[in-house]
């Protein structure tokens, strides 16, 4: 045991949370609720990341998912979900493991979180931004983008 308490991490792991209950409860009831739409940006190269070959030849570093409309097979484990997701009408399974995540945004509401890297280093939390990654939507290829204001949180550490 250490003399320090890892905030940093605990951090980390307390907004992984957050997202693995939210896409448990998307998982349920089969839909987001209302408007509701999520863009994940994650690393094509994480260790457990699975994509068919001919996306991660597209996007072989980082990869931006939209779950909005239309998904199946969500299924949500401890340490990674599973989807299928249509790109261009070709139903394609995936699964993410969430230290694989580097952004999770809800543009809808103007919520968004920021995963530097996996060892808890630094999460913010920003509004009003879409992902920069290239991205697939099922209805279009480009989203809206935003201006961000990032929020640190080491502004409220002491």
């Not at 308490?5 to 949370?17: P, T, V």
Request: aromatic residues 10%.
């Amino acid at each position: 045991m250490t003399d320090t308490i890892d905030y940093s991490q605990l951090m980390h792991d307390a907004m992984r949370g957050l997202m693995a209950n939210l896409l448990r409860k998307i998982g349920a009831e089969g839909k987001t609720p209302g408007d509701h739409h999520f863009f994940i940006c994650f690393d094509t190269k994480h260790p457990g990341v699975d994509i068919a070959p001919w996306l991660h030849e597209r996007y072989p570093d980082e990869m931006t998912i939209v779950i909005q409309h239309w998904f199946d097979n969500l299924v949500v484990l401890d340490d990674r979900f599973s989807i299928t997701l249509n790109f261009n009408d070709n139903p394609e399974p995936l699964v993410i493991p969430f230290n694989a995540i580097k952004t999770f945004v809800d543009p809808t509401v103007e919520f968004g979180l920021r995963f530097d890297d996996d060892t808890g280093d630094e999460v913010e939390e920003y509004e009003d931004e879409a992902p920069e990654s290239p991205m697939m939507t099922i209805e279009e290829e480009d989203a809206p983008k935003g201006d961000a204001e990032v929020i640190s949180l080491d502004n409220f550490r002491k």
